[in-house]
């Protein structure tokens, strides 16, 4: 090991570079690993400042700071937790919160924090048993053990402590040998791209080739993430709970980079990128990660983000960014940070929303339908929804700021990410150097780097250019580049000098993004809108912690608006309102940057049946008669109650002469699920098992075309019931939400467990049966199923049959959408067509 002790001061023009030890614990990649991998620099040497340094106080001051106050149980952060040798059961709590509790205190050195976080380390490096296993001796699970290894491997990229590689080397010792009696299972199984990450950190220290053994049997242990992410297979495994678990699925984006290091094939390398495409395209929500709740939930603007979706997401792309050299990972990071990120906690970090809606018009109690449903999911508390996120939740912002600027292999230095912060260490082999960034980015366009080095030193700075930014400029000492481009990694290679500066100028644009139903996010730059909503803060809980309470949150201004977007130029349409940089940019009312933009009031839009969420945004084109107004647009990340999805007002064109869908290439565009879960598999489409439930989507779940409306019609579909239950069409649907009978509208079923056909409505959230008849439904037979509607009269047919099987007359819907229906059962359709007369 060379670890030799470096004078701790060093003054270089004025400025101070105190302390740096950190390159020297900077190992590449050794063979035979992929070469071409940028290191993250180790903890402690970027520091953050201005907004960003904010972020991070306002944790130590709030949850993070008060964590083990306010979780003082032994099977939660308590004295006598598992993870300090007490008898608690804390499983993964402790190690989730030792992981951002380590990688905060350093970030921010601060003493407090660090001897918080001092005893959960001493007490796991102290506890090992003889044969390597270390953690709560009773505790029989692999995965817990993971996050504990990042905490390990923070402290001692901080501290350099000589008891943390020996400890590893033997742990993974015993992981080797004991993997095939006891293999992975459930979490592990699913999360064992962080144990693999760690393996191959330690591999680069050690040179240790059991590690590369160990690398691979994980990999072969776990679930074929790479096939899962290339393929859209989230689905794929019926009632097994982990692979459509939208956290691991977030968690193992980092699966495919982190094995691409030692099997650089181009699958394993695009895995992450083709995943997060098929995520997007199903799941997609406009902050840029995916829904689930907690398994993958579509694209409605109803459903919901967990806080652990976002930090593992988060630092998925950060472990991509070392292996994928592109610009679009650190946009795409920078998207989840600077938006996803603070929409999760509230303005001061003393509270968090477990579950986090893009139109999300009131935080209150209440049920939701998610198949992981909790009646706290939305309330911003300490202890909102699940006892995850409230641990696992503190890495978020720390790991950014290490994660945004890393050490190429050819001793030079990417930035993958930009905001204000210090960077000390080490280029050009042994150099030490100081790049002072300093900008209000994202909330300015502008960005200096300062270059602080003792003696001139040659070694290649790769700056990002990010995608959307419109005619980019980067200037060195006063002159501007050539070549610079958007969506590019620009490399400056040259001998740097002290004092030099780079000027980067990154002019933003807003833009309008398409999402569900036909809606726009709007965006500018990284920052995604959303409308300001006055809000009224409710307390229902004041916790013994002096300070923290929870709190409902209700709406107190209008929020039912669609955007006036018919002129054609958006630049001359939405206004950019500037304002001073105050000290937390995201809090709404003092948000530097606004946008103003007309719209126009939907009345007819407004809460879900459950009167809990919104209904999802209506389909656009919306008509509208109501005045002209100037709404205010602020970050989505700046307010804990948003609408980010909006209608925009117009004519409707919904489609109501013909439709002919048959699900050839994937989820069809414009058809929305609500409740339970809905994938694609060799061109039919599946309602999905949601085992291991806790909600009641499946009863009830439905897959609707929102973009049609058909009054006289016949439509077909082919239908097949793969579980006992009942499965058919929906038609003249109107307000879809989720729920069994949150809908307007008539349905057809097929029930296998009655051999029934029949034929009904929701009404007021009631199930009406209209008609119904007996026949012999079997499972696993496709049956084609036939409606046809003329003004009150209904005949279904099936398999072609000239004589209609059932028939019946209602008069309460006259028109609306088709869709696809599940209720107790799994099913698959196909062949979908419509034709008006
Ligand atoms: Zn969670």
Redesign the pocket.
């Known amino acids: 090991m060379k670890r030799v002790a470096i004078p701790l001061c060093l003054l270089i023009s004025g400025l101070s570079i105190p302390y740096l030890q950190a390159q020297s614990l900077t190992e590449f990649n050794k063979t035979p690993l992929k070469k071409e991998v940028y290191v993250q620099l180790p903890i402690g040497s970027i520091k953050a400042k201005g907004w960003l340094l904010k972020q991070l106080e306002q944790q130590r001051d709030g949850a993070t700071g008060m964590a083990e106050e306010l979780y003082p149980e032994k099977d939660n952060l308590g004295k006598s937790n598992d993870w300090l040798g007490g008898d608690g059961n804390s499983w993964e709590r402790v190690p989730y919160y030792v992981k951002g509790l380590v990688a905060l205190a350093y970030t921010l050195d601060d003493a407090a924090l660090k001897a918080k976080a001092q005893k959960y380390i001493d007490w796991t490096l102290n506890s090992q048993q003889p044969n390597g296993l270390f953690g709560p001796p009773k505790m029989k699970d692999w995965w817990p053990r993971m996050p504990m290894m990042y905490a390990l491997q923070s402290y001692y990229e901080a501290t350099n402590d000589k008891r943390v590689i020996p400890f590893l080397s033997r742990y993974f010792k015993y992981e080797l040998a004991n993997l095939d009696a006891d293999p992975l299972k459930e979490w592990g199984k699913a999360r064992a791209g962080d144990n693999m990450e760690i393996a191959i950190w330690l591999y680069n220290k050690t040179g240790d080739k059991d590690l590369l053994k160990l690398v691979e049997k994980l990999k072969q242990q776990a679930y074929p993430w790479i096939d899962i992410y290339t393929n859209n297979e989230f689905y794929f495994y019926g009632d097994d709970f982990q692979p459509k678990h939208m956290?691991n699925v977030a968690q193992a984006l980092k699966f495919p980079v982190v094995y691409a290091q030692l099997n650089n094939l181009p699958a394993n390398r695009d895995a992450l990128l083709k995943g997060i495409q098929h995520i997007m395209h199903d799941h997609g929500q406009p902050e840029g990660l995916g829904s689930g709740t907690e398994f993958l939930a579509g694209t409605s603007s109803i459903e919901g983000v967990?806080?652990?979706t976002v930090v593992e997401w988060m630092q998925s792309l950060e472990t991509a960014a070392k292996v994928i050299h592109e610009a679009k990972i650190g946009d795409q990071l920078e998207k989840v940070a600077f938006n996803a990120l603070p929409a999760q906690f509230s303005r001061d970090f003393k509270n968090h929303s477990y579950y986090t809606l893009p139109n999300q018009v009131q935080s209150i109690y209440g049920d939701h339908g998610f198949n992981q449903d909790y009646s706290s999911g939305t309330v911003s508390s300490p202890y909102s929804g699940?006892g995850?996120?409230r641990y696992?939740m503190h890495m978020g912002w720390p790991y950014f700021v290490k994660s945004s600027v890393m050490a190429t292999p050819d001793r030079g230095l990417a930035v993958i990410t930009y905001g204000p912060m210090e960077i000390e260490t080490l280029v050009a082999g042994n150099k030490k150097i100081k790049i002072t960034e300093e900008t209000n980015y994202p909330f300015e366009e502008q960005i200096k780097l300062k270059v602080g080095l003792a003696v001139s030193a040659s070694f290649p700075l790769i700056l990002r250019v990010p995608t959307w930014s419109i005619k980019p400029t980067i200037k060195l000492n006063g002159k501007e580049l050539n070549g610079v481009k958007p969506g590019v990694m620009f490399t400056i290679s040259r001998e740097w000098k002290n004092q030099d500066q780079l000027e980067l100028n990154f002019p933003m644009e807003v833009t309008m993004q398409k999402q569900v139903n036909n809606s726009v996010s709007v965006s500018r730059g990284p920052i995604v809108y959303a409308l300001e909503i006055a809000a009224e803060n409710k307390t229902t809980k004041a916790h013994p912690v002096a300070g923290f309470t929870d709190y409902e949150i209700h709406p107190t201004s209008p929020w039912n608006y669609g955007l006036l977007l018919a002129k054609d130029n958006l630049n001359s349409l939405v206004k950019v309102e500037k304002s001073a940089m105050p000290e937390n940019p995201f809090i709404a009312a003092a948000s530097p940057v606004k946008l103003k933009v007309q719209a126009r009031k939907i009345p007819s839009w407004g809460l879900a049946y459950n009167k809990v969420s919104a209904f999802d945004v209506p389909f656009s084109p919306v008509a509208s008669n109501e005045k002209d107004e100037e709404i205010t647009l602020v970050p989505y990340g700046s307010e804990n109650i948003r609408l980010s999805c909006f209608p925009v007002i117009g004519e409707p064109k919904k489609i109501s002469k013909n439709l002919t869908e048959n699900f050839d290439q994937g989820m069809a565009t414009d058809w929305v699920f609500y409740g339970g879960g809905w994938f694609w598999k060799n061109g039919q489409v599946n309602s999905a098992s949601n085992a291991g439930s806790g909600g009641y989507g499946i009863n009830g779940s439905k897959y609707v075309a929102n973009g049609t409306d058909f009054k006289d019609f016949t439509y077909q579909a082919d239908v097949k019931i793969n579980t006992a239950g009942d499965a058919g069409l929906m038609f003249r649907v109107s307000n879809p939400a989720i729920g069994p009978d949150a809908y307007q509208g008539y349905y057809v079923g097929l029930n296998q467990v009655d051999g029934t056909v029949l034929l009904g409505k929701a009404s007021d959230q009631k199930w009406i049966v209209l008609s119904y008849t007996k026949y012999p439904v079997e499972m696993n037979k496709i049956y084609n199923l036939k409606i046809v509607a003329k003004g009150d009269k209904f005949d279904i047919f099936i398999n072609g049959s000239t004589k209609a099987i059932l028939s019946a007359s209602d008069s309460q819907y006259q028109s609306g959408s088709i869709g696809l229906r599940a209720y107790k059962a799994l099913a698959s359709f196909d062949s979908v067509k419509i034709n008006a007369f």
Do not use: L, P
Request: proline residues 0%; negative net charge; charged residues 10%.
């Open positions: 956290v967990e806080t652990c699940f995850c996120c696992n």
